[in-house]
């Protein structure tokens, strides 16, 4: 098998050994799809707002690519998406990691960690480089943020090991990652979109790109569900800080 090396920061950051059974280099070709087309509001004025997002109409079928901007800037991106259809390629974010709120909807992300179930209330963390696909059951409400700085979990919960500790809103038993690793070993043409330098190119392989046999590692997609968040609570209001 192949050894692929995955993370976020060379050598130094998180990172995953995935072993494939053909190498991940195996490009036909690769062409720009489309420039990602948003654009700033003319109007620059200083006043409160209310984003009413759910009577916005459906940019498009993909949870993808079809997302309408809220609020960005050269650290982050809020978005929303109400995609129609799943997607028949798979999606790499070469430009941060992705936080995707599932307001409403249930199914799968598809990835080559494997699959990892989600449903309404999750919080779905995708790091970047990463290629997934979604797969809904019906209709879905997604809220999505775009970072460029890593996700991670707050430092003050988190102990000089890295283990979450009792006074944190949640713990790692909390934490959902891909619970199965379908094998595809499949030749042919197999298309990722990956987001990069303010647009979406194609870059068509030339075997499946899910022929992951196994990993291991911390770099991943996981889940945390609203329900599984412990709000701090006291007989007095408690600050943002706790």
């Given amino acids: 098998y192949t050894e692929h090396l995955m993370g976020n920061l060379g050598f130094t950051g998180l990172s995953s050994l995935v072993y494939t059974i053909r190498r991940p280099t195996a490009v036909l070709r690769t062409s720009t799809r489309r420039g990602v087309g948003w654009e700033e509001v003319p109007d620059r004025t200083l006043r409160r707002r209310h984003l009413r997002t759910h009577r916005l109409p459906p940019a498009g079928p993909s949870p993808v690519l079809d997302r309408t901007p809220l609020l ?5 991106a ?9 997607d028949e390629f798979f999606y790499r974010n070469a430009m941060g ?23 309404s209330g999750d919080h779905v963390v995708v790091p970047r480089g990463i290629f997934h696909r979604y797969r809904f059951e019906g209709e879905a409400i997604l809220l999505v943020i775009e970072s460029r ?10 102990n000089q090991h890295g283990q979450l500790m009792e006074h944190a809103p949640f713990c790692e038993r909390d934490i ?6 379908p094998v595809h070993d499949e030749e042919g ?6 987001k990069k330098g303010d647009a979406f190119h194609d870059v068509v392989m030339s075997h499946h790109p899910r022929d992951a ?10 889940a945390l569900n609203i329900e599984d968040f ?10 943002p800080p706790v």
């Fill in 72 to 76: 960005y800037n050269a650290d982050v």
């Fill in 78 to 86: 809020i978005s929303i998406a109400r995609p129609a259809a799943d």
């Fill in 97 to 119: 990691d992705e936080i995707v709120y599932v307001t409403e909807g249930k199914g799968v992300l598809e990835s080559q960690m494997g699959d990892l179930a989600i449903r």
């Fill in 149 to 158: 700085g890593h996700v991670r979990t707050p430092s003050r919960y988190r």
């Fill in 176 to 181: 959902r990652r891909p619970e199965s690793l």
């Fill in 189 to 194: 043409e197999f298309t990722i979109v990956v």
């Fill in 213 to 222: 046999v196994g990993w291991d590692g911390y770099y991943y997609p996981w």
């Fill in 230 to 239: 412990e709000p701090i609570m006291g007989r007095i209001h408690q600050p």
